[in-house]
């Protein structure tokens, strides 16, 4: 466990490749920030870091993908952080961060000059219009798909619903859902003698 | 200048506060930089997180065009860094603990309560888009069809980006 956990495992598990260069891991996860779009990212993570490059195994993949979710921040940003932790230590970290980032940051703020300088024309209205809806209906989907075992046990559902209309209705701030529904839905899930 | 600080203590609470993914945050980043502190409107908000959905990568990366508007580039520094740094170090350091924790069984009381907690914030995300976005018959349907679309059929969600803006610029330009 506790090489599992050091910087840079003096052994690695046999039959892993040698970790990347630093390079090597930059530019891969820059191509994962450049190339995924509408929030595909996770899927497209195993499919580079396991399948592909095999840096990690599924089961490596797995717990860095369920740390990501259980803390707060974006879960892609968070799965190259601590993958990039695995592999080359906190510089593999800062290295995995910044590539994933850095080009989807590039285009949104060119975006963002030619609205600023166009945002008014018709056009460009229209085109953010169509994006603003679909982006609420894409949000609705991905919440049912990744919702479906909590959509159908009552507990959950029961959870996910005072979540939902609390803070999406009744406008509720997330820091009462989270002092409050959170300890309360964890207790509920609590570790059992 | 005088937005640099409230920039960063409201994207640094956000990204504290951002249990389960960026769009949980959605509906308090909107409340907090449109009714509170007034840097733009609904209609700004929602085209801006549009932008984001056209950038590749993660997506919440338009927190920074909001800080730009508010404060220049330094805002949009400023910005970034309060959006993505704590809640990044706080992953660094709990990826390294977690393998430790492997045994505590409140872990999996974690996961387990957290995730129906993330995915009722995710459609707060989505509603609180919708109030805004769907304002008429053809952008309700719009959003309709992504959601069949995908749930139905998996269409790919950057396809229907692209073509609800087409759509968008056919029927509401």
């Known amino acids: 466990m506790s090489d599992a956990v050091s910087p840079r495992p003096p052994i690695p598990a046999e039959s892993a490749p040698a970790p990347p260069g630093m390079g090597t891991l930059f530019l891969t996860f820059l191509v994962l920030g450049g190339t995924t779009f509408g929030g595909g990212v996770v899927a497209y993570l195993r499919e580079v870091l396991v399948t592909r490059r095999r840096w990690i195994d599924d089961e490596e993949f797995l717990t860095a993908l369920e740390i990501s979710q259980a803390l707060p921040g974006l879960n892609a940003v968070n799965m190259a952080i601590l993958v990039g932790d695995r592999l080359r230590g906190v510089r593999g970290a800062v290295a995995a961060g910044l590539g994933i980032t850095l080009p989807g940051t590039a285009v949104v703020f060119v975006l963002g000059l030619l609205y600023a300088s166009h945002g008014e024309t018709p056009a460009v209205a229209g085109v953010l219009a169509g994006v603003g809806a679909a982006a609420a209906g894409l949000l609705a989907a991905v919440a049912v798909q990744l919702g479906r075992r909590q959509l159908t046990q009552l507990p959950d559902a029961i959870i996910v619903a005072i979540a939902c209309v609390a803070v999406g209705g009744f406008r509720v701030s997330l820091v009462v859902i989270l002092l409050t529904l959170a300890p309360i839905a964890v207790w509920w899930y609590r570790p059992r003698a | ?173």
């Open chain 2, 1 to 173: 200048m005088s937005q640099l600080w409230p920039l960063a203590g409201v994207f640094g609470l956000l990204s504290i506060l951002a249990v389960g993914g960026g769009s949980a945050v959605l509906p308090e980043m909107q409340a907090l930089t449109v009714t509170t502190h007034r840097w733009l409107t609904a209609d700004q908000f929602v085209a801006i997180y549009s932008l984001g959905q056209l950038a590749p990568g993660p997506n919440m990366l338009m927190v920074g065009v909001i800080g730009y508007r508010v404060a220049g580039v330094l805002g949009a520094v400023v910005t970034m860094l309060a959006f993505f740094l704590p809640a990044s170090l706080l992953c660094f350091g709990a990826g390294r603990l977690w393998l430790h924790l492997a045994q505590w069984p409140w872990r999996q009381s974690l996961q387990l309560g957290l995730a129906p907690v993330a995915i009722g914030l995710m459609g707060a995300g989505a509603l609180a888009l919708a109030r805004t976005s769907v304002d008429s018959l053809a952008t309700a349907a719009i959003a309709l069809a992504v959601v069949v679309l995908i749930l139905r059929w998996h269409v790919n969600p950057a396809l229907l980006i692209l073509g609800s803006g087409a759509v968008g610029w056919l029927l509401l330009g």
